[in-house]
């Protein structure tokens, strides 16, 4: 196991040129993180001082197992609502409350992601296209949006889709708070005015761009400070403002959390699919900063490091966690320089637990809502339904699917829509794969389309390119395709299958190029490969195919047209 989990490379070489750097890092993203892990923690439908747990020991085992320097680990947005989803019916079935069910279920995603890496299933992921992964995100931060609107109108409604909260929006807007209205709409103006406009601001002011950037960063923390001073200063619990309440002092109290079986099999699936998301989000984050520095990203041990992450929020009252695209991103561009700024984030964190907690009763619940609906604004990106749709319509399919179907049915079904129409449009279009007669380009020995380009072909000679492997959704469709070119052309005598797109060839499609070659045998016509790449050479060497076969196979195409240009039928002689 050591080559696994070694010593971290990063902690063999940390010095003291690297501490001032990651200390500041942390300092910064300390700043952002207490916020923000409130707020996904309400969003969780959780205590608030669970975003703050998890924020702390997650921290400290992603740094061991991990593979990148500044991916920065704990709540995040998306999978704070899909926890919200994953515990609902558990409440409504009565198995267990809302942080046990959370507990579990960060354990069971942490032994979904050891498990995955263990069996090095990192490639799993790959099924999640990226129109899919857009789709969902999009969605999903429209549906938390809406969601936070009740704590911004001060109103109980409530709903897990988007038409039952704005059902439950319209039901209550009689019902809206004015108090709270004004905090929510308050903190929501300066929050956008801050990030809009402040930093462009500032810098015009003479302030550094890295300067600057903290300051709005900091937003989010200046607008709690404000908040608070003002329910204090207005009594607005007493006006009807809902407030955070009295939230424990001191740091999490280790614990192993349920494992009813009833339990597991509830939230067992939900746990797979918050591991697969949170795995391709924090992944993708990381390869994407990790290319910035020229730094290697290896997804299977990912797989470790989130695992571990996830398993030390199990067992310290928090809920699952992944790697956050914000937070990483200031961590990188604060000048983090290794994990270790993750552990004094974590240090950071702690100290907040142990000192601030009891300022924070007085925090208005809109001012959490007006933070978390900021942040995930920026997660929506409708315009890619426009660019999707230029460039591929069955991607756009599974974007827009993805999108309604979550906005309309849930996170959990919106997602596997997408999957499953994915799966199904590749199906779909691989057992139609794009095939070309082709033909040589004057002075070269290049073979192109003959409908697009101007080529040379061979009399009694056919070419066909085809460009997907073959298997047993398009193994049919070949051989139509090639009865239908061989019936156009009653002179013919070769028929070469150029493969240069052929990375296999499974049992069914062997059958079907048996029939291809049984069938064109049987019409006096020869039936050739060319360009087969070596390992699908292979195993046709090892089946009877190739001692059957009615013609040869050539290294390359124009090999085969050198070849087949000579053995032509005999000019018909004039009787005299």
């Known amino acids: 196991m050591r080559p696994r989990f070694p010593v971290p490379d990063w902690a063999r070489r940390y010095d003291a040129s690297l501490l001032g750097a990651d200390v500041m890092a942390a300092v910064i993203v300390t700043v952002m993180l207490i916020p923000q892990s409130l707020a996904y923690a309400m969003l969780a439908g959780l205590p608030p001082e669970t975003g703050l747990y998890a ?9 061991q197992f991990g593979s990148s320097r500044v991916l920065a680990v704990g709540p995040v947005a998306v999978v704070s609502l899909m926890t919200a989803s994953a515990v609902a019916p558990v409440l409504e079935a009565g198995l267990a409350s809302a942080p046990a069910a959370a507990l579990t279920l960060a354990a069971l995603s942490g032994a979904v992601l050891v498990g995955m890496g263990l069996l090095r299933l990192g490639f799993l992921a790959n099924f999640l296209s990226h129109p899919v992964i857009s789709g969902f995100i999009t969605a999903s931060g429209l549906l938390i949006a809406a969601g936070q609107l009740r704590h911004i109108l001060g109103v109980p409604a409530g709903g897990g889709t988007l038409p039952g909260i704005v059902a439950g929006l319209a039901e209550q807007i009689g019902a809206v708070n004015p108090a709270t209205l004004a905090v929510g709409a308050g903190v929501l103006a300066f929050l956008w005015a801050t990030r809009c406009c402040l930093k462009r601001g500032l810098v015009g002011l003479g302030l550094s761009a890295g300067l ?32 955070v309440g009295e939230i424990p002092r001191g740091l999490p109290v280790p614990g192993l959390p349920p494992f009813a079986p009833d339990l597991v099999l509830a939230l067992l699936p939900s746990a797979v699919l918050i591991s697969v998301i949170g795995f391709v989000e924090s992944v993708s984050v990381a390869q994407t900063l990790a290319a910035k520095r020229r730094e290697r990203i290896r997804p299977d041990r990912e797989l470790f490091g989130l695992g571990a992450a996830n398993f030390a929020a199990a067992f310290t009252s928090g809920y699952p966690v992944t790697g956050g695209f914000a937070r990483s991103v200031v ?36 001012t959490l809502a007006a933070t978390i609906i900021l942040a995930v604004l920026s997660l929506v990106d409708l315009p890619a339904l426009r660019r999707t749709w230029r460039y591929s319509r069955p991607d756009f399919a599974a974007m827009l699917t993805t999108i309604l179907v979550t906005l309309g049915l849930g996170v959990e079904q919106g997602i596997t829509a997408g999957v499953l129409l994915s799966l199904a449009l590749y199906l779909w279009r691989t057992s139609r794969p794009h095939s070309a007669v082709v033909g040589r380009v004057p002075g070269t020995g290049h073979f192109r389309n003959i409908e697009r380009h101007q ?15 073959l298997y047993f959704a398009n193994a049919r469709f070949l051989e139509d395709r090639i009865a239908a070119l061989v019936a156009d052309r009653p002179g013919l005598r070769h028929v070469v299958l150029m493969c ?15 029939e291809i070659n049984r069938r064109l045998s049987e019409a006096g016509i020869r039936f050739h490969l060319s360009e087969v790449k070596g390992p699908v050479m292979d195993r046709l060497h090892r089946s009877t195919f190739l001692s059957h076969l009615t013609g040869e196979v050539f290294l390359s195409q124009h090999e085969a047209d050198c070849a087949l240009a000579g053995d032509q039928p005999p000019e018909p002689q004039k009787l005299s």
Do not use: H, K, M
Request: aromatic share 6%.
């Open 55 to 63: 924020s702390i020991l997650p921290l400290v085992a992603y740094a």
């Open 212 to 243: 600057a950037g903290g300051i709005v960063r900091a937003a989010p923390v200046a607008a709690i400070a404000a908040t608070i001073l003002a329910s204090a200063a207005f009594d607005l619990g007493a006006r009807g403002v809902a407030l």
């Open 331 to 366: 961590n990188y561009e604060a000048g983090a320089q290794s994990p270790a700024a993750g552990i004094f984030t974590a240090l950071g964190i702690a100290l907040a637990t142990l000192f601030l907690t009891p300022w924070l009763a007085g925090l208005p619940q809109a």
């Open 455 to 469: 080529v040379i072909t061979t009399p009694g000679v056919l070419a066909l390119r085809v460009d997907e492997s």
């Open 500 to 514: 240069p797109a052929v990375n296999e060839i499974d049992a069914s499609a062997l059958e079907s190029l048996e």
